[in-house]
C-alpha cells in the first residue's frame, strides 16, 4: 500500500512517535518528534479544525465538518489505535455480541471522509495562542473540538492512595471508559462461580444513566442461565433507577428475584478493595467480586483546557462550562465542548444524559456551527434529542427504553421532555440493533 500523508501520520503514531515531516525530511524510516516542533504545520489558505478525542462526539465531529465543508483541514486526535464502542458493550460481556461488532477502525474512516487522524496523547492546550500540545508535537487550530468523555473521580473515594485506586481500576474495573478495562471486567464475569457480586453505581450525572442496570441484568440473566449461586447487588445512591424506573423495577422482580438485590440509597461511605468491603449510608457489604464504579467527572483533557466551570463557592464543578446552546466555551468562541464532558445546560434537567446518541448529535451540530462560521455565516441554534435502548432479558432477548426531547421555551430555557418505554419487548430489540446500526453507520458508514 503507498503511504500518503494523511496514511502516514495515523500509521506512525500507531507505531511509535513518527511524523509526516519527519518522513518528508529525514533519511530515517521516522524519528521521535520533540515538543518544541509542530506535529503538523497549517495547510496554506485552509481554516484548521482540531477535534481533540476521537469518541462517539469526536468522530461523528470530524466526519460532519468535512461533509459540511470539505475545504476545512480537520485533524482527529485520539490514544486508542481503534474506535471500541460502550454503547452495545453490555450485551458483549455476555458474548450475545462479537468483538468486532464493538470495534471500528480510526485509519479507514480517515481515510474515507477525508480527514486526519493522528493516534496520540493530547498533553495539553494553551488556548491563548490557539495550540494544541500532544506527546509528539503542537498543532495550531482556528478551531478546537473537544470530546473529552469522562474519567473516575476516584479520589472522592481514596484521597491520594494512588495505590487503593489502581488496585480498584486493575481488580474491579468499572469498564465505563472505553479502553482495556472492559476485557478484565470481561473475564471477571466469565470466571465468576458464585456469591456477591457487588456494583456500585456512581452519584449523577453519570455516563448512561441507565447502562449500569442494564450491565446487572444481563449478568443476572448469565448467572440464572449457567445456574450459578450467586447475585448481583446494586449499591444505588438514588432511591430507585433511574430513567425507565418501572421497567428496571419489574425486571428486578419479575425476571431476576433470586439474581438481584436492588438496594436504594446506598450513597458510598468508604470502600476497601483489598479486604472486599463497602460501607454505605444503606449497611455495610462484603463482595465476593465486584464491579467499583467511582464518581465520574469530565474527562482529563477538559480539565487541561482549563474549560472546568466554578459553584459559587468557586469549587469545580467537574464539567465543563459551555454555553447552552452553542456549546462553546463562556469564555471562548473558538473551543467548543462536546459529549459527556459538558456541564449544566438548563436549570429544568441540568445535565443532557451523558449518552453516545447525544455526543454523537453534538458532533453533528457543532460540525455545522463550526463550518457555517468558517463560511462568514451566523450559526442557527440546533439542539441533540436523546434515544437509549437497554435489554433486561435474554431468554427471550427484550429490550425498554427512553427518548428524550428538548426545546427552547420563550425564556430561551432549554426544555427537557422524557419518554419511558417500561414494557419490554422483543420489537424493541430490533430497534435497539437497528439504533446502533444508524449509529456506527453515521460515524463510520
Ligand atoms: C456500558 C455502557 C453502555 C452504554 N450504552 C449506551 C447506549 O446504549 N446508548 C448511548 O447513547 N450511550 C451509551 N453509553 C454512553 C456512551 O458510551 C458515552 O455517552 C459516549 O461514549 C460519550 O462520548 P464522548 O465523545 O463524550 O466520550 P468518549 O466516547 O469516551 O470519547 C472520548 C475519547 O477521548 C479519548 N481521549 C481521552 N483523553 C485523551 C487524551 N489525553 N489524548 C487523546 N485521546 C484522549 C478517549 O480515548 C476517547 O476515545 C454507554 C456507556 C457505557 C459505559
Given at each position: 500500500m503507498k503511504l500518503d500523508r494523511r496514511h502516514f501520520l495515523a500509521a506512525s503514531g500507531a507505531l511509535a512517535a513518527g511524523t509526516a515531516m519527519a518522513q518528508a525530511s529525514s533519511p530515517l524510516p521516522f524519528f521521535i518528534n520533540t515538543?518544541?516542533?509542530?506535529l503538523l504545520p497549517p495547510v496554506k489558505g485552509k481554516k484548521r479544525v482540531v477535534v481533540a478525542g476521537g469518541g462517539w462526539g469526536g468522530v461523528s465531529a470530524a466526519k460532519h465538518l468535512m461533509k459540511n465543508d470539505p475545504d476545512l483541514d480537520v485533524v482527529m486526535l485520539e490514544r486508542n489505535p481503534v474506535f471500541f464502542s460502550c454503547p452495545m458493550s453490555n450485551k458483549w460481556l455476555i458474548d450475545l455480541v462479537a468483538t468486532d461488532y464493538l470495534t471500528h477502525s480510526y485509519l479507514k474512516t480517515a481515510e474515507q471522509f477525508g480527514y486526519t487522524y493522528i493516534q496520540t496523547?493530547?498533553?495539553?492546550?494553551?488556548r491563548d495562542r490557539k495550540r494544541v500540545l500532544t506527546a509528539q508535537g503542537w498543532l495550531d487550530y482556528d478551531y478546537l473540538v473537544i470530546g473529552a468523555g469522562i474519567r473516575y473521580n476516584y479520589e472522592a473515594w481514596f484521597g491520594n492512595d494512588r495505590r487503593a485506586a489502581e488496585y480498584t481500576k486493575a481488580h474491579?474495573?468499572?469498564?465505563?471508559?472505553?479502553?482495556a478495562e472492559h476485557f478484565q471486567l470481561k473475564r471477571g464475569i466469565q470466571e465468576f462461580k458464585g456469591g456477591d457480586l457487588v456494583m456500585t453505581l456512581p452519584p449523577?450525572?453519570?455516563?448512561?444513566?441507565?447502562s449500569p442496570y442494564e450491565r446487572a441484568c444481563l449478568i443476572a440473566a448469565k448467572i440464572k442461565k449457567d445456574k450459578i449461586k450467586g447475585r448481583v447487588i446494586i449499591l444505588d445512591p438514588?432511591?430507585?433507577?433511574?430513567?425507565?424506573t418501572d421497567g428496571f423495577q419489574e425486571a428486578f422482580a419479575n425476571l431476576y428475584k433470586d439474581q438481584i438485590t436492588y438496594v436504594p440509597k446506598a450513597v458510598i461511605k468508604e470502600v476497601d478493595p483489598f479486604n472486599k468491603k463497602i460501607v454505605t449510608s444503606a449497611g455495610d457489604f462484603k463482595f465476593d467480586h465486584s464491579i467499583l464504579m467511582a464518581p465520574h467527572q469530565a474527562g482529563e483533557m477538559a480539565w487541561k483546557a482549563g474549560a472546568i466551570g466554578k459553584d459559587t463557592?468557586?469549587?469545580?464543578?467537574?464539567w465543563a462550562a459551555v454555553d447552552p446552546i452553542f456549546l462553546n466555551l463562556k469564555d471562548d468562541p473558538d473551543t467548543y465542548v462536546i459529549g459527556d464532558a459538558v456541564g449544566v445546560v438548563s436549570p429544568q434537567f441540568k445535565f443532557y444524559p451523558k449518552a453516545g446518541h447525544v455526543a454523537n448529535a453534538h458532533g453533528r451540530i457543532v460540525a455545522r456551527y463550526i463550518a457555517d462560521r468558517a463560511a462568514g455565516k451566523s450559526p442557527k441554534a440546533v439542539l441533540p434529542d436523546n434515544l437509549c435502548f437497554m435489554m433486561v432479558n435474554i431468554d427471550p432477548l427484550q429490550d425498554i427504553a427512553v427518548r428524550f426531547k428538548y426545546h427552547i421555551d420563550e425564556k430561551g430555557i432549554i426544555i427537557q421532555d422524557q419518554f419511558d418505554d417500561n414494557y419490554r419487548t422483543e420489537d424493541m430489540v430490533n430497534e435497539d440493533f437497528g439504533w446502533a446500526a444508524r449509529m456506527y453507520g453515521d460515524m463510520f458508514g
Open positions: 515538543l518544541n516542533s509542530p496523547e493530547v498533553t495539553g492546550f494553551e474491579y474495573p468499572a469498564a465505563y471508559i472505553p479502553n449523577p450525572p453519570h455516563r448512561c444513566p441507565p438514588k432511591e430507585s433507577p433511574r430513567p425507565i463557592e468557586g469549587k469545580y464543578t467537574g
